[in-house]
């Protein structure tokens, strides 16, 4: 295990960037997203969680997979692939966790191309998280805030002046050993720290309002929680805007469009949203004609059919939504009201 | 508020057993201390959950859209902000008044959840109970009192119509309507912006729709976007794209914004829903301002029996086209 001194972390960021895209948490202004790092960004490494989770990075907003221009009666076709390498600092558990949800989809056979070669460019650094927030409750999904989360290449914990450094993967240690001049490894006392403060988080967590959020207490089968009533009525509030969609983690819906300029133009692939009246929308029309089918769908999505599909809900915890969501309409009341609560811990 | 909340429960069942209304919109409280909500009431015994605290910061005029449109009789509560919105919908022919009754709640004001964050109250905090213009924090380890307008939202320093200006049944005393800040300041933050030049407000804007993920949630949380369906979800049109082209984001703004002026109430839910703290008040004030400007005092929302500055012609009308006007680029 390595460390570095917090105060040391700008030479960090420099010596990373000579090499790779950087991606950080950015304050701008009041919102704190994983931006690229420029000289003098206002890293924000306290912040818990980013108001758009780092999906962004590994399956971007809007995607162009390839140009096209007409040469004379031919078209001609170019692929655009993603250019540079690239290292995300400060990726939280739960975000890290949403990663390999997000795997089961797009690396699963057939193979997206470009999500496997965006995976295959990056380099993950995880931060543990100490000071859980109230809106958190990652650990209804068996996600340990304070742990090294597998899918990073490498761990770290902020201990106040300190950053522990903990390599895990073949990647994660040849890009550890490539900064080798700005790492030292860590002492006895510096372990020790770890583990109390690591000791300190159960505590903590027990202490969350949303700590009794239990979604395998969830019963019935498919088709019992498809046809619940339950639906009738959480919908009600829904504003059918987009944005638990977007700022979800394991959200992964898109849709797939044209820019059609002169004579050429590009193919893009873009985040669409479950909630949106032109979702799915097909030559007949859309299947789900109104808010409770839709609210219903995302819902199924998340806690039924995925897991049916991978064995894993669709949700971290990372409370995006209970904290965004204009209406509050989010997936602790949809759990608790399906019966995923348990009375004791 | 403690007191008020039994009176409205009480009202509520009322309604519901007397079948005065099919359906009550009011509000509910989840598991978290910000966390009130629209909920939906058309059973007696459901109402024992409705709650009005200092968090039922949710407009429900919104809802009566879909509702009074069904055939259904709403009985609706609403805020100061929210009778605005209500009368705009009105003067709009979006809400069946017959269909409709009004209790009007005389508003104190409406806690903003990030300022209690950003002053770390947040921690082990169970309950938020006001107490005249203050606030008692209840946490685990006791209570913190705070002078209620350092947690407000802005919005709610600004507002002069805490009271509703429709009714069919006023709850509770008025509040006084001073606002804690100068009416006239909403618009400093927009003379700000004027005094810079037009490639410096370019870049501002520019670096501020940058930000926007098209979430749409400004426009669906709107009283003023009240089309049945808002021309960018028509796909065939294809006005607006589905990929994040600053272009395209600074083209939704624009319309959007446009499409409200002369009926936006400034009720600033646009900005507060705005996951990215996009100041989209600073646009809409901006608008409101040159309505000021060139027809005289408007403030949308408060009489739905008066026609909107942007749909009368009178000959004495600002004309933006001759030199020396009004207006456009004739000033």
């Known amino acids: 295990m390595k460390k570095i001194a917090k105060d040391q972390l700008a030479l960090l960021w420099e010596k990373i960037d000579q090499n790779y895209q950087l991606f950080l948490p950015i304050a701008k202004e009041k919102a704190v997203n994983f931006s690229t790092w420029k000289e003098g960004a206002e890293v924000d490494l306290d912040a818990l969680r980013t108001v758009n989770s ?6 971007p907003q809007t995607e162009t997979y390839l140009t096209f221009k007409k040469e004379g ?6 692929v655009v692939s993603r250019d540079e390498e690239y290292v995300v600092f400060g990726v939280r558990p739960c975000d890290v966790a949403s990663f390999k949800l997000l795997d089961n989809v797009f690396l699963g056979e057939p193979v997206d191309k470009f999500y496997e ?11 543990a998280c100490l000071n859980p927030e109230e809106t958190c409750f990652c650990n209804a999904f068996a996600i340990n805030p304070e742990s090294a989360p597998v899918g990073a290449d490498v761990a770290t914990w902020d201990l106040g002046d300190l950053l522990l450094w903990e390599a895990q993967s073949e990647k994660g240690k ?6 080798s001049d700005l790492l030292e490894d860590v002492s006895e006392d510096d372990r020790k720290k770890l583990d109390e403060v690591k000791a300190g988080i159960k505590d903590k967590l027990e202490d969350l309002p949303l700590v009794h959020v239990a979604p395998e207490k969830i019963e019935g089968g498919l088709k019992e929680i498809f046809a619940s009533e339950v639906w009738d009525e959480l919908y009600q509030r829904c504003l059918g805007c987009g944005m638990c969609t977007y700022v979800c983690p394991t959200c992964h819906c898109y849709d797939l469009k044209d820019y059609n300029g002169n004579g050429c133009g590009e193919r893009f692939r873009c985040w669409d949203s479950c909630m949106f009246s032109d979702f799915t929308m097909m030559a007949h029309g859309n299947p789900r004609t109104t808010q409770k089918e839709r609210v219903r769908q995302r819902f199924m999505h998340k806690l039924v059919y995925y897991p049916n599909n991978y064995e894993s809900y669709a949700c971290v915890g990372c409370g995006r939504c209970t904290e965004r969501c204009p209406v509050r309409l989010d997936i602790v009341k949809v759990i608790k009201k399906l019966g995923g609560e348990r009375n004791e811990l | 508020m403690e007191k008020i909340k039994e009176e409205i429960r009480q009202i509520a069942r009322e309604a519901l057993t007397g079948k005065k209304v099919d359906i009550i919109l009011a509000w509910e409280k989840g598991p978290l201390w910000y966390d009130s909500y629209p909920a939906f009431f058309t059973k007696e015994e459901e109402v024992d959950s409705l709650t009005w605290d200092s968090f039922c910061i949710n407009n429900l005029s919104k809802y009566l859209l879909e509702e009074t449109m069904a055939d259904k009789k709403v009985g609706v509560f609403v805020k100061g902000c929210d009778a605005l919105a209500f009368n705009q919908m009105m003067q709009d022919n979006r809400i069946r008044r017959d269909n409709v009754v009004v209790y009007g709640l005389p508003c104190p004001g409406m806690i903003d959840p990030d300022k209690v964050r950003a002053k770390r109250l947040n921690r082990g905090l169970t309950e938020v109970k006001q107490s005249g213009d203050e606030l008692i924090f209840v946490t685990k380890d006791g209570e913190i009192t705070v002078p209620a307008h350092e947690v407000y939202y802005d919005k709610c320093l600004y507002c002069h119509y805490p009271n509703p200006v429709v009714y069919d049944q006023l709850i509770g005393e008025k509040v006084a309507a001073e606002t804690a800040l100068d009416r006239s300041e909403r618009f400093s933050q927009v003379e700000a912006l004027e005094a810079l030049s037009a490639e410096e407000r370019f870049a501002y804007w520019d670096s501020q729709f940058s930000k926007c993920m098209r979430c749409f949630a400004c426009r669906n949380v709107c009283p003023a976007c009240s089309c049945e369906r808002c021309t960018f979800d028509d796909d065939d049109l294809d006005i607006l794209g589905k990929a994040r082209e600053d272009s395209e984001d600074q083209f939704f703004h624009l319309i959007r914004a446009y499409h409200v002026v002369g009926r936006c109430i400034d009720c600033g839910e646009c900005s507060r829903v705005c996951p990215q703290d996009i100041p989209l008040e600073k646009l809409n004030r901006k608008l409101i301002k040159d309505i000021n400007a060139l027809y005289g005092e408007y403030q949308a929302g408060l009489d739905p029996s008066t026609k909107a500055p942007l749909v009368t012609y009178q000959l004495e009308d600002a004309d933006s ?3 020396g006007e009004k207006g456009g680029k004739g000033t």
């Open chain 1, 54 to 59: 780092p999906k962004n990075i590994i399956f």
């Open chain 1, 73 to 78: 009666k031919k078209l001609g076709l170019e």
């Open chain 1, 117 to 127: 070669e965006n995976r295959q460019k990056g380099l993950i650094i995880s931060q």
């Open chain 1, 174 to 179: 040849a890009f550890t050993e490539a900064l």
């Open chain 2, 321 to 323: 086209f001759t030199a």
